[in-house]
């Protein structure tokens, strides 16, 4: 195996990695190619959308070291040629919302414990 280094981006621009690490609730991965696209980046809490139109929401986390980005390519003789990409230390975690991945059962859960709090916090000691 064989492994090379990426040829350097061109003068002003740079490129910036990062892993995006889908949680077991998602159920299909999106194919090799699909165009993906995600939203808020500059935001903490980035929003990926699915070919399938389904919505992730996602979390920034720091890696304890660097993750190598590959590019793995195989050979007309059939041996692999390994190259890198880049390198990042940044991850954001998507799984699905929290509404969508209980159902709508919960989320009508949640509007009864809110308005149970205010009927409390509004009746006389």
Do not use: N, W
Not at 6 to 33: F, I, M
Not at 52 to 70: K, P
Not at 88 to 106: C, L, N, V, W
């Amino acid at each position: 195996m064989e492994v090379e280094q990426a040829a350097a981006q061109p003068p002003g621009q740079e490129a910036v990695y990062v892993v995006l690490d889908l949680q077991d609730g998602v159920e299909a991965l999106p194919e090799p190619g699909a165009r993906l696209q995600l939203e808020g980046m500059e935001t903490q809490q980035p929003c990926l959308r699915l070919p399938d139109g389904s919505r992730l929401v996602g979390a920034f986390e720091e890696t304890v070291g660097a993750q190598l980005v590959l590019a793995d390519t195989l050979g007309p003789d059939g041996s692999h040629r390994v190259e890198l990409v880049g390198h990042t230390d940044k991850r954001i975690t998507f799984s699905r919302p929290q509404q969508e991945a209980e159902g709508p059962d919960a989320e009508l859960a949640e509007v009864g414990e809110a308005a149970a709090a205010a009927a409390a916090a509004a009746a006389p000691p």
